[in-house]
């Protein structure tokens, strides 16, 4: 802290200013630097709720002003049903492209040396069809490598399924000529928020979706990544396989209906007693011996299996331990209490207050309980059968009629806390080929540019989290949670993760931007439009009109 505080009370020995703000036409829900050609040029991609694509850069002699470039303007088909992302198609180094999903199916749009995106787009599978109506267009990452083959797949999200094809694009007779194939399809429903409106009565409702029902991790060692698909109970992972690609049908299937405790007795929320699932059974995994490879741990009731992972993939029929609990279980964590490598499995139990306690709670406050009992790592994904640690935290909550009285009061100070998290983004400001941090305030009305700084240090990571919750569980004298206490708390990660990303740079300058009251800052990219090193600072915010604004901050000498 005595760090970031000479910091601040250095005087920056450059000029940090805006240099020009530009205005859209519309209101930009897209935007990503695009770097095109074979030179280190880094421009500005946006596309805007109407489905226009523009890019922004410097004129061909590499002179500011930074400005929409004339060729670099695209009007996108289906705004309204439209996913979006910018990538390649091949493994290798060449000008990436802006690829769209929507009801023509999957398109590809060419970012050549230009710099500009080139239309028509070529049609690349009619059936790949996305049909979900978002309102405006959404960028969503599928274009991936899911089975790290060095072949490109396209996730493409259906009604209930998530379906993988395999795109290529090659020259012939001079013209590009696609083709394309579906390599794999899971029932997985893409999480989807639903709107309420419709405009026909044949559409099918969203306002955003997340890629997808599934996730791709390394399961069994092998350092390629497997399939994980998620559907209710159900679990299917299909494993990538030596010679590239990933079979449609899984490997291992798993249903977590199977896994009960006849003796459970929980039945969810019932007062005076411990908060249970009511006999359904929760999956979690880890590498829990070192192996370097995914280990499971099914909850139900009062039991816990561990299933040790193997070279051939995940298996649910032998456990190395299975734990019987004297009561039920809320919910596990895995994290190190011994500070060795291993992770020690830890049960959670939130005990509801009794009926006389939620009547006194109406004027008075009282203390929701949770326990925890830590099971030391034996090694080999085996653990001890009684607890080594126990803990655990009261978690005091207001008086019920205060809350009733004025809900909104509670809801609003967790508001405030989210917005007082700033955004923290990395780049090159200076030119001096050392990564520095630019810091907008959570109002959009300030940026703060630092000097040597890494802004990864400012994400909170798993050690972090795991270390904090060790503390709280087992180590800190101090037990109960309040309300003060806990808004405390997490405020004061946003005010480590500043002060991690800053301890050891230089502030460079501050400038105030004119925020718009009510309006967030709406995105926040670097770009190096002239190729001399030296990257922009691009702050997307929002006018009285809805029509973003881009604030283009500089650093000059």
Known sequence: MIGVCLSLLAVPTSDLRVTQVLAPTAKVVVAAPLRCGPDATVDLLTIDVEGQVRVYGTDAAGQLP???????????ASPSRLLVDIGRLTADDGPPALLTLSPRGCELFALDDSRTPAGPGLRLARRATFDLRLGAPQAAP???DVDGDGRVEVLVPEVGAVSLWNMAVEEVEGQPRASASRSLRVEARAQVDQQTEAQDLTDTLSSRVQLPGLSTLDLNGDGRSDLVVTEGTRRAFHLARAEGGIAEAPDVTLDLDLFRDPSSTGGGFEPGRILSLGGAASLDRRDLDGDGIQDHVIVAGRKVWVFPGRADGPQFQEPSTILKSAEEVTATAMFSIDDDDLAELVLLRLKLPSVTTLVLGLVSSFDVELRASGYRNLGGGRFDTSPDWNGGVQLRVPPILDIVRDPYALVERFKALGES????????????GVEDAAIVSPDGAEVELWLGAEAERGELTRD?????????????SERVWDIDRLLGFLGSQGTDRVQRVTETATLAGRVELPAVQGRPLEFLVACDPDGDGRDLLVVGLGDDAGITRLHVVELLP
């Open 66 to 76: 930074f400005a929409a470039l004339a060729r670099g303007s695209l009007d996108l």
């Open 142 to 144: 599928f274009i991936q």
């Open 421 to 432: 998290y700033g955004e923290i983004l990395a780049g090159d400001f200076d030119g001096d």
């Open 464 to 476: 972090d989290l795991e270390r904090d919750v060790r503390t709280a569980l087992f180590t800190d």
